[in-house]
């Protein structure tokens, strides 16, 4: 056998042994970091009233939205909630940190837009500690070198990344509709969410005049995420943005609203209004 043989029959035994799933072994539910809501489920050891998850550790989510549906206040409400657990903001929006750490990736934006998401976490909740929330603008680099340096820090910098926001997906890639490429970058968010048992939470637009999320990259990640989680203007409170599920790998959290205050903050809407009531 050739030294490449060799090498080749090595990686295929570590895939194995590395992917081997024991259909004997008790492996449980993934645990949540992000929910809204709760649901009673009825199980052989009684009833258990679990959370709702948003998203689950070890796995991926997506928000999408068409423009002027005030995403990035939606993010910063996420974010804020989790780093919280919670707050007066979020309504049953629930955060799970466990003692990890919240990294926000921003590219499309500059640096003044940027600080101020940022810096709106918190406004939201001033106790929340800085050491636990990293905070980046990836708008100056390229579409490579911004999957280096979150692959970087994910690997070197911080220990325990519980969640982790990218905020403009689309921009880790050359062209959205580059099947490899799209492949590619997928690809490595399973990978990243999976050696760090971390949540990763992505966010993309639509196209234009549709709910289908943009490119290949968007067709990608539609199959592969546990959550969509879509945004459109409510159309009988125009100042509202309803938050919807399109789907899910679980159980689908209920629809709500936010809307942004005259402070700048977004908060979850307690009340939906029912124009059949």
Not at 145 to 172: H, M, W
Not at 259 to 269: A, K, L, R, S
Request: proline content about 4%; overall charge neutral; glycine content about 6%.
């Amino acid at each position: 056998m050739t030294t490449k043989q060799t090498e080749h029959h090595m990686l295929m035994q570590f895939i194995e042994e590395d992917c081997y799933v024991n259909t004997k072994e008790l492996i449980e539910y993934p645990p949540v970091a992000l929910s809204y809501g709760e649901k009673l489920i009825k199980s052989k050891k009684g009833d258990l009233l679990l959370p709702i998850p948003l998203g689950t550790y070890g796995n991926l989510s997506v928000v999408s939205a068409p423009p002027k549906t005030k995403k990035t206040f939606f993010i910063s409400l996420l974010a804020s909630v989790f780093l919280s657990n919670s707050n007066i903001y979020g309504g049953k929006i629930k955060g799970h940190r466990n003692n990890g750490h919240l990294i926000h990736f921003d590219t499309e934006q500059g640096l003044w837009h940027c600080q101020k998401v940022f810096k709106r976490v918190y406004d939201m909740d001033s106790n929340i500690n800085p050491n636990i929330y990293h905070t980046f603008g990836l708008r100056t680099i390229s579409h490579k070198q911004r999957q280096e340096f979150i692959e970087y820090y994910l690997r070197n910098k911080i220990n325990t990344p519980s969640l982790v926001i990218i905020d403009g997906i689309a921009d880790l890639v050359s062209d959205v509709n580059d099947l490899q490429q799209s492949n590619d970058c997928v690809q490595k968010l399973m990978e990243w969410s999976a050696k760090y048992n971390c949540h990763i939470l992505s966010v993309i637009h639509n196209n234009f005049g549709t709910s289908k999320m943009t490119g290949h990259l968007g067709s990608m990640l539609e199959k592969k995420v546990e959550t969509h989680i879509e945004l459109e203007a409510n159309t009988v409170n125009k100042e509202w943005v309803t938050v919807k599920c399109k789907r899910s790998r679980g159980y689908a959290f209920e629809t709500f609203s936010f809307e942004v205050n005259e402070y700048g903050i977004p908060y979850v809407i307690n009340d939906l209004y029912d124009p059949l009531e």
